[in-house]
C-alpha cells in the first residue's frame, strides 16, 4: 500500500467517523421532537376536552338563563316599553304644536 492509499483511507475513514456523528445527532434530535410532538398532542386533546367542557357549560347556563326570566321581568319590560311609547307620543305632539 503507497502513503496515497493510506491517506485515502485515512480520510475515508474520517468522513464516515463525521457520518455517524452526524447520524447520531439527527437520531438524537429526531428522538427529542418526537416527545416534544408526543406532549404536544396530549396537550391538544387536554385543552380539546377542555373547551368541550366549557362549551357544554356554556349551553347550560345560556339556557338556564331563558329559563330564569320571570313574569315579573317580563312585566317590568312592557311597562318600560309602555312608557317610553307615552314619552314619544308626547315628543310627537309637541312637535306638531
Given at each position: 500500500?503507497?502513503?496515497?492509499?493510506?491517506?485515502?483511507?485515512?480520510?475515508?475513514?474520517?468522513?464516515?467517523?463525521?457520518?455517524?456523528e452526524?447520524?447520531?445527532?439527527?437520531?438524537?434530535?429526531?428522538?427529542?421532537?418526537?416527545?416534544?410532538?408526543?406532549?404536544?398532542?396530549?396537550?391538544?386533546?387536554?385543552?380539546?376536552?377542555?373547551?368541550?367542557?366549557?362549551?357544554?357549560?356554556?349551553?347550560?347556563?345560556?339556557?338556564?338563563?331563558?329559563?330564569?326570566?320571570?313574569?315579573?321581568?317580563?312585566?317590568?319590560?312592557?311597562?318600560?316599553?309602555?312608557?317610553?311609547?307615552r314619552?314619544i307620543?308626547?315628543?310627537?305632539?309637541?312637535?306638531?304644536?
Amino acid at each position: 500500500m503507497t502513503d496515497n492509499d493510506s491517506i485515502l483511507i485515512e480520510q475515508f475513514e474520517s468522513k464516515i467517523r463525521k457520518l455517524i456523528e452526524l447520524y447520531e445527532n439527527i437520531k438524537c434530535s429526531n428522538s427529542q421532537l418526537q416527545e416534544e410532538l408526543e406532549a404536544k398532542d396530549e396537550e391538544i386533546k387536554h385543552l380539546t376536552a377542555q373547551m368541550s367542557s366549557l362549551q357544554e357549560s356554556y349551553l347550560n347556563l345560556k339556557q338556564s338563563k331563558v329559563l330564569a326570566v320571570s313574569g315579573h321581568d317580563i312585566d317590568a319590560t312592557k311597562r318600560r316599553i309602555s312608557g317610553l311609547m307615552r314619552e314619544i307620543d308626547h315628543c310627537i305632539e309637541l312637535l306638531n304644536n
